[in-house]
């Protein structure tokens, strides 16, 4: 638990709701990552949170769950698919601890969509690839 006694919502402006990003390339950094259970208790995924690094949405957050342990060996297949997808776009081929994978820029291609039922929408990472020799961190992203 944290103590709150001293802060006052009052006195501060909250930030309004964000919306989700355009689709589009964006160049990002995982900068966490971690093991959570399913909500079904019968697995687990890992979480990664990536960080936009430039251009108009940087700093904006997205996340990848890879359902790394579940019953579904389908699932599981696609999950290390994109696990080594990610490897392949970081360059690295082999890793003991998922922070290694931390802080090592690379490209995602990102979907707006929209929720069935609700009407809102969310983003969804489906590509993962290498930053090309011309691409650098301080060239504006372009969305497409």
């Given at each position: ?76 297949r ?36 929209s ?30």
């Amino acid at each position: 638990m944290a103590d709150l006694r001293s802060f006052n919502a009052n006195q501060i402006t909250p930030t309004d709701m964000l919306e989700t990003v355009p689709s589009g390339n964006y160049v990002v950094e995982i900068i966490d990552s971690e093991y959570k259970p399913t909500k079904a208790g019968s697995g687990s995924y890992l979480q990664f949170t990536l960080q936009i690094a430039d251009g108009p949405c940087r700093d904006r957050l997205l996340w990848v769950r890879l359902n790394l342990k579940n019953l579904s060996p389908t699932i599981v297949r696609l999950a290390e698919q994109q696990l080594a997808a990610i490897y392949r776009a970081v360059d690295v081929s082999q890793v003991t601890d998922s922070s290694e994978l931390h802080h090592r820029p690379f490209s995602v291609r990102v979907l707006k969509q929209s929720v069935r039922h609700s009407g809102e929408s969310r983003n969804t990472v489906v590509g993962f690839r290498r930053l090309s020799a011309s691409e650098r961190l301080d060239d504006p992203v372009v969305v497409s």
